[in-house]
C-alpha cells in the first residue's frame, strides 16, 4: 500500500533545499544503516577558481562560537562544535602566535632548500575538536599562506563538510610550514627539524582525534616507517616527546597524554588516483574519526 506524499512536507523540504544551495551546500548528510562505507558523489573535484582574500579565520570563530580552559583535556562531546569556557579561544591563539614567531625566529627550513614567499602556519579553531595534518605547502598555499587553498584543498574542503563539519571549525596545518622546491615530497631530516613546532600546535590545540593526510605526515607523527597500506584504517595514537611535556606547551598534561590519529591518504593521491576504490578508503577512514567523535555514520544523499 502506497501512500500520497504529504505536499506542505515537501515544500518544506524544497524550501530548505534550496536555502541551503544558496549559502553554497551542495549535499544532504543522511544517516546510513549499512555497514558498507558509503562514498560522498560530491567529492568529485570542481574545477580550481582563484581564491579571495579571506576574512581572518579566528577572528570570525572568536565572534560567532562560545569559547574550555585550555590548561586540560576537554571532555568529549556530542555535537560537531566545540564549548569551551571564555577566553580560552584567546589563550590558545595567542599561545599559537607565540609559537609562530618563535618559528620565526629559528627559522629551521633555513637548514634545508626551500621555495617559499611566505611560512604556512596553520589555521581554524584553536580549539578544534578535530585537527587534519599534511605534509607542506604547494604553489598556491606559499602564495597565500593559508594551507590547503589549492585542488587538494578544495577536496579536503568537501571532505570535512562531508563529515558534518566546516573548515572553521577544525585546525588544518602541515609539517612543513614553507614550500619545497617543485613540490617535492619532504624528506624525514626536514620532517625532523620542523615537527617539534608541530608537536607544540598540537598540544596547544589539544584536539581529540588527529587525521594525517600523507605518508609524511603518518610517519612523523607517529615515528613510523611501516606503508600508508598498512597505517591507514585503524586507529594509533600520536604522543609528543616527553621533554616537550614539561615545557609552557605542556602545562596541564600529564606524561601519558596522547591524541588518537587516523591515517589516510592525502587529497592529492586522491587527485591523481581517482578510484572508487581509494575514494572508498578515506571515506572509510573519516566514518571512523566521525564515529569516535560522536558525529554519527553519515553518507551522502
Known amino acids: 500500500m502506497t501512500h ?31 555497514n558498507a562505507p558509503m562514498v560522498p558523489s560530491e567529492l568529485e573535484p570542481k574545477p580550481l577558481i582563484a581564491p579571495t582574500k579571506p576574512e581572518p579565520v579566528v577572528a570570525r570563530v ?21 564549548d569551551v569556557a571564555d577566553g580560552s579561544r584567546e589563550r590558545a591563539q595567542q599561545q599559537l602566535d607565540d609559537l609562530l614567531a618563535r618559528y620565526e625566529r629559528d627559522a629551521p627550513h633555513k637548514n634545508f ?9 596553520g589555521e581554524g579553531d584553536p580549539c578544534a575538536r578535530l585537527m587534519f595534518v599534511g605534509e607542506a605547502p604547494g604553489a598556491e ?11 587538494s584543498g578544495q577536496l579536503l574542503d ?20 614553507t614550500r619545497p622546491p617543485d613540490n617535492a615530497t619532504p624528506t624525514s631530516d626536514e620532517c625532523a627539524l620542523c615537527a617539534p613546532y608541530l608537536y607544540e600546535q598540537i598540544m596547544i ?11 609524511p605526515a603518518s610517519r612523523t607523527l607517529l615515528n613510523s616507517t611501516e606503508s600508508m597500506m598498512r597505517l591507514r584504517g585503524q586507529w594509533h595514537r600520536f604522543q609528543p616527546p616527553a621533554a616537550l611535556l614539561t615545557g609552557p606547551s605542556g602545562k596541564g598534561l600529564d606524561s ?3 591524541v588518537p590519529l587516523m591515517p589516510t591518504y592525502h587529497p592529492a593521491f586522491i587527485l591523481r588516483s581517482y578510484t572508487p576504490e581509494n575514494r572508498a578508503k578515506v571515506w572509510s577512514d573519516l566514518q571512523q574519526v566521525m564515529d569516535r567523535l560522536g558525529l554519527g555514520n553519515a553518507s551522502m544523499g
Open 158 to 177: 568537501k571532505m570535512i563538510n562531508a563529515m558534518g563539519l566546516s573548515r572553521e571549525r577544525v585546525y588544518i596545518a602541515n609539517v612543513l610550514k
Open 113 to 121: 632548500v626551500t621555495d617559499h614567499h611566505n611560512i604556512v602556519f
Open 141 to 151: 598555499e606559499d602564495r597565500v599562506g593559508r594551507p590547503f587553498v589549492g585542488r
Open 256 to 258: 601519558e597524554w596522547s
Open 205 to 215: 590545540i589539544r584536539p581529540e582525534a588527529i587525521v594525517t593526510l600523507g605518508l
Open 4 to 34: 500520497a506524499p504529504d505536499v506542505a512536507l515537501v515544500r518544506a523540504l524544497r524550501q530548505n533545499a534550496a536555502t541551503i544551495a544558496l549559502m553554497g551546500v551542495d549535499f544532504v548528510p543522511v544517516r546510513s544503516h549499512t
Open 62 to 82: 572568536v565572534a560567532q562560537q562560545p569559547a574550555v580552559a585550555v590548561g586540560a583535556p576537554r571532555p568529549p562531546e556530542s555535537s560537531a562544535g566545540t
